[in-house]
């Protein structure tokens, strides 16, 4: 079949902002757009009669709770539906990639054991069954408790950076596979000019998601973001070509709702940060879009998991 492609959308901050001035519609308005695309996603699967979900998207695409999302949407359809990580599969610590400064390389392929995800791939479409892997982040190795798995002729959705990889699903039938790629397909400017790509929005979800639930200092995340963003290019955007279905994981309003978060996170940052220059133009950026507090953000909204 012809993949579904969604192109990117420009969208002027003056348009949000006015929108943002009604902010129970607009925000009404936005999840129900999400939620439709979800939707659409699990009716593509279904019709198509399709065993295993393949999703993936960068860092902050909300990759995670759409996954789960569209699971429970296939339940809703009345077909079974689960949801493996592939964080799952990492492999011990002492057997990781290393990048060039010696240090861990978690967006490499090869952090993850393939043949592993293969195995339990075939044994849940040749036999409906197969047992799961464990891994204690905290240890950074692999538990020895496994966990079962029935799919009972249902669907799982496996999540993860590394879903679309060809090498995760080079021996299973194509028939039996849908790929999709979760983005964030609308960016924003002001008289014009682009000030906020996909990428930045990322960034900002990332920061106050890491610093509201992970104890990430903004200095820690920024420091990290470079080598994110050579590895999605590297690991994870190259392979979009592969997708069935890029899925839109924008919210327009959210911009709004980010932008008190992110402007408050620069007076987090040491004044000789060698990324305060970078903090301070993103926040600048956010600062022209209207403020909208976070508590307006409905409780089920997949942005929960970054701003609630």
Not at 139 to 165: C, F, M, P, S, Y
Not at 238 to 255: M, R, W
Not at 258 to 272: C, D, I, Y
Request: hydrophobic share 35%.
């Amino acid at each position: 079949m012809a993949a579904i492609w969604i192109p990117k959308r420009l969208v002027e901050i003056g348009l949000i902002n006015t929108a943002a001035q009604t902010p129970e519609s607009f925000i009404s308005h936005c999840e129900i757009e999400y939620e439709s695309r979800v939707e659409a996603a699990a009716r593509e699967v279904l019709q198509q009669k399709r065993s295993i979900v393949m999703l993936t998207g960068p860092s902050a695409s909300g990759k995670t709770t759409t996954a789960h999302k569209l699971a429970d949407c296939i339940k809703k359809n009345g077909r079974y539906s689960c949801v493996i990580s592939l964080d799952n599969f990492f492999k011990n610590l002492e057997d990781y990639p290393r990048l060039p400064d010696g240090s861990k390389d978690y967006e490499n392929v090869d952090a993850i054991d393939v043949p592993l995800i293969d195995q339990c791939l075939r044994e849940l479409i040749e036999t409906g069954h197969t047992r799961i892997p464990e891994f204690d982040f905290l240890t950074e190795r692999r538990k020895e408790q496994w966990n079962d798995l029935d799919l009972n002729d249902g669907v799982v959705v496996v999540e993860g950076i590394h879903a679309l990889n060809p090498s995760l699903t080079a021996s299973l039938p194509r028939e039996k596979v849908y790929k999709i790629y979760a983005g964030l397909r609308e960016e924003y400017s002001h008289h014009g000019q682009r000030v906020l790509p996909t990428r930045d929005i990322r960034l900002a979800r990332r920061m106050v998601r890491d610093c509201k639930f992970r104890g990430h200092s903004p200095e820690k995340t920024l420091g990290m973001w470079k080598n994110v963003c050579i590895g999605e290019d590297r690991f994870i955007k190259v392979f979009k070509p592969e997708a069935d279905l890029l899925l839109d994981t924008s919210f327009s309003y959210e911009i709004c709702c980010l932008a008190p978060s992110v402007t408050a996170l620069t007076g987090q940052l040491p004044e000789n940060s060698p990324h305060a220059e970078r903090l301070y133009e993103l926040a600048g950026a956010f600062s022209l879009c209207e403020p909208l507090d976070d508590s307006l953000i409905p409780k089920s909204s997949m942005l929960q998991e970054f701003l609630g």
